[in-house]
């Protein structure tokens, strides 16, 4: 089974707090992704990576970076926490670029910014 | 525009009962869909998957239904039981040169016992 997991369930941050959530994959998946879900708006994508140390900004890439420098690991990273970041991010991988594949999803991390 | 929306944002069935969450997509380029459910707390699991050239697909008390005609997706489960209660969601994957994946806002399936 394919298995991605997230650094943290619960996270607590202050406004201005850089912030760092880690994905991990272990099936040696090519594509990873970072999507945030808010209630009634679905998942929106944030950034994604083909490779290493590639990326593509998503539909909502503003107030994040990413960073991917193994295959294995995917970071998304709040460079200065905002409350309109209050969210749950869920991390994402599939195996390839090719349009008919499933995407497999983390359990997600819930932030919350004060 | 491209959407992928969801008839009914909340379902509500008898346990026993079979349950129906539908579906409308927009982008006619749209060749993968696929259904997920997301339990309270975790992340989306995937359900069943069907590609355009299809119309029907079986799962294990599932069935997803595709009419390309009116650009619309179904999922059926079968003998709804308590641990179907779940968001249910349906995202397409549209071949742009790469591909996007377009997610619907979900249907929560509350199951009555």
């Known amino acids: 089974d394919v298995k991605v997991t997230q650094s943290s369930r619960y996270l607590v941050k202050r406004t201005g707090e850089k912030v760092f959530l880690e994905c991990v994959q272990d099936m040696d998946h090519e594509n990873m992704f970072w999507y945030r879900q808010d209630p009634g708006l679905g998942l929106r994508l944030i950034y994604f990576?083909?490779?290493?140390?590639?990326?593509e900004k998503g539909d909502i890439p503003e107030g994040y970076s990413v960073s991917r420098e193994k295959k294995e690991r995917f970071s998304l990273i709040l460079e200065s926490a905002s409350t309109n970041q209050t969210s749950m991010y869920l991390c994402?991988?599939?195996?390839?670029?090719?349009?008919?594949?499933?995407?497999?999803f983390g359990p997600g991390t819930r932030l919350l910014v004060l | 525009g491209e959407s992928v929306g969801l008839h009914l944002p909340t379902l509500s069935v008898q346990e026993g009962d079979n349950s129906i969450i539908n579906c409308a997509y927009s982008n006619s380029a749209s060749d993968y869909f696929i259904w997920y459910k997301q339990e309270s707390g975790k992340g989306p699991q995937f359900i069943i998957d069907i590609r355009s050239n299809m119309d029907k697909r079986q799962g294990q008390r599932v069935t997803v239904l595709l009419n390309k005609t009116v650009k619309h997706l179904s999922l059926q489960i079968a003998a709804t039981q308590p641990g179907d209660s779940a968001v249910y969601f349906c995202a397409e994957n549209v071949s742009t040169g790469g591909f996007k994946t377009i997610f619907g806002a979900g249907t929560r399936l509350f199951v009555k016992a």
């Open positions: 994402a991988s599939s195996p390839s670029g090719g349009a008919g594949e499933t995407q497999y």
């Open positions: 990576s083909y490779d290493v140390k590639m990326k």
